[in-house]
């Protein structure tokens, strides 16, 4: 793949034991790509190491404000605008954490991401149902994601980035019709996120696009970390 100029976004995922105790889970996400050092073709691999369970909300002091409006929330969009790094991922898995937690036993999530970041398996969340797909490994794109997901009766949705018509369709349909659905966009302000998604479709869809989305709409959180 490196040679025919395709890089490299997956996650990495093994058990290992250390001095004869339990198994440890190690989570990594690694990203390589083809490159030229010192005058010979080469290959550069970056492996950023992943927490098995979300920090809380808590933990990195979400304004209440934030908190309030996604747990209260049953349908609809909550979005995460920012530049790659700057935590949007991260934000939205300890909101989902606090629904695991909040919601015990009454919760379906499923999300699409590319790669899977963090995982529930340890959140305290009784009964509740979690289901993860990666982008090109279990599905083959965030849009087919949601319309497989929108038959599982999910009641919250994560979409991990709506860049494109469909995933941007699919997100507001999943919105609009009885979830709530948690997404990332690449966006430095609330104005410029909705600009983005809109402009991402077809012109002749596009007021219908805006209209949606507005109506959908429960929050949207342009995030930059200092």
């Not at 996400?29 to 979300?54: D, M, Y």
């Not at 929108?150 to 349909?173: F, N, V, W, Y």
């Amino acid at each position: 793949m490196l040679g025919k100029s395709t890089p490299i976004d997956t996650s990495l995922e093994f058990m290992r034991s250390v001095d004869g105790g339990s198994p440890e889970r190690l989570r990594f996400r690694v990203n390589a790509v083809s490159c030229l050092r010192k005058g010979r073709r080469s290959i550069t691999i970056t492996l950023r190491s992943i927490p098995t369970t979300p920090p809380t909300y808590q933990t990195l002091g979400v304004e209440d404000e934030i908190i309030e409006a996604c747990l209260k929330s049953s349908q609809g969009i909550c979005l995460v605008a920012g530049a790659t790094g700057h935590g949007k991922s991260t934000l939205l898995a300890s909101i989902l954490r606090g629904l695991l937690e909040v919601n015990e036993g009454a919760e379906n999530l499923v999300t699409i991401e590319h790669p899977i970041e963090f995982v529930y398996d340890d959140v305290n969340k009784g009964s509740a149902l979690v289901t993860q797909m990666e982008v090109g490994r279990d599905i083959a794109s965030f849009s087919k994601g949601v319309e497989n997901a929108l038959r599982m009766a999910p009641t919250t949705i994560l979409i991990g980035e709506s860049r494109d018509q469909e995933t941007i369709t699919k997100t507001i349909e999943a919105g609009n019709t009885g979830h709530l659905a948690y997404s990332t966009l690449h966006a430095n302000s609330v104005s410029a996120s909705i600009a983005r998604m809109v402009s991402a479709c077809d012109v002749e869809i596009q007021n219908k696009i805006k209209v949606d989305l507005i109506d959908a709409l429960k929050l949207i959180v342009a995030q930059r970390l200092l």
